[in-house]
């Protein structure tokens, strides 16, 4: 009887997944370490969704202020003269303003809130296999070019849910230093993610983007991280005015008791 001889060396490979793959396997199904996680996130730069979020609640600072200090100029009989360009009110406005930007910028700006929030998201949807492949790759000089072209795409949903849904004020009064900085770095981020695409120049880039691994967490990124996002922007915006009431209460003897109509 003939008996069918294997190659040696697929004896040697069939061996070595023997011994290998269970671990392997083992390993790469396992949940990702929080400490990967957060060297993930350390990946990602997302300076572009900040300054647009930075835009964002400065005018919703500005016309929560406003609108508590027109308020109290009305229960005050403060007059037609108690408005912006009034120096009294410029100055009370200032302050206030200031105020809650501290507020922000510990609530939004820092984002030092974010890390649980990621670590939760992304613990849902990756494995340990999936985190040690983006790990190697986002250390590649394309995949650090394809970090920024996620970070740019979560930017630009992130905008898009501001501006189509008319929240973002075109030209606000007193925004204008944030919409110069907003200008700069989303100019800045669409310049950093360039690349050749150029397959002799770009095969691994490729490779990653056309990966089921790469558009899956680009999906996640952008639809997740968008979400995540934008439901923190809203809530620090939500609380705005409550705040500035409080304050131009707090204020109380800075603003006019009163100057007849």
């Known amino acids: 009887m003939m008996r069918f001889a294997f190659p040696r060396w697929l004896q040697a490979a069939a061996l070595c997944l023997i011994l290998v793959s ?3 396997v083992s390993h790469a199904s396992e949940a990702p370490s929080s400490e990967g996680l957060a060297q993930l996130l350390a990946v990602h730069d997302l300076k572009t969704s900040v300054a647009l979020g930075n835009r964002y609640l400065k005018q919703q600072a500005l016309v929560a202020v406003r609108d508590a200090l027109a308020r109290v100029g009305r229960e ?46 992304t613990r849902q949807d990756l494995t340990q296999g999936d985190l040690d492949t983006l790990l190697a790759h986002f250390g590649s000089e394309v995949g650090r070019k394809q970090a920024r072209i996620i970070d740019h795409s979560v930017a630009f949903h992130v905008a898009g849910a501001y ?40 095969v691994d880039g490729q490779r990653f983007a056309l990966s089921p691994l790469g558009a899956r967490y680009q999906r996640i990124l952008i639809i997740k991280l ?15 005015p409550a705040v500035a009431s409080a304050l ?7 603003v006019p008791a009163g100057q007849g109509r």
């Open 22 to 24: 269970p671990a392997a």
């Open 76 to 121: 005050r009989n403060l007059g037609r003269e108690w408005k912006r360009g009034n120096p009294q009110w410029d100055a009370i406005e200032q302050q206030l303003v200031d105020r809650l930007l501290d507020r922000t910028r510990a609530e939004w700006t820092s984002l030092t809130w974010l890390g649980p929030e990621w670590i939760a998201m």
């Open 163 to 202: 501006t189509m849904s008319g929240k973002v004020i075109q030209n606000y009064p007193g925004t204008e230093a944030e919409t110069k900085t907003l200008t700069y770095v989303w100019d800045e981020e669409d310049r950093e993610m360039r690349f050749s695409i150029d397959a002799a120049e770009n």
């Open 226 to 240: 968008t979400g995540i996002l934008n439901a923190r922007l809203d809530k620090v915006a939500a609380e705005l």
């Open 248 to 254: 131009v209460a707090e204020a109380g003897t800075a």
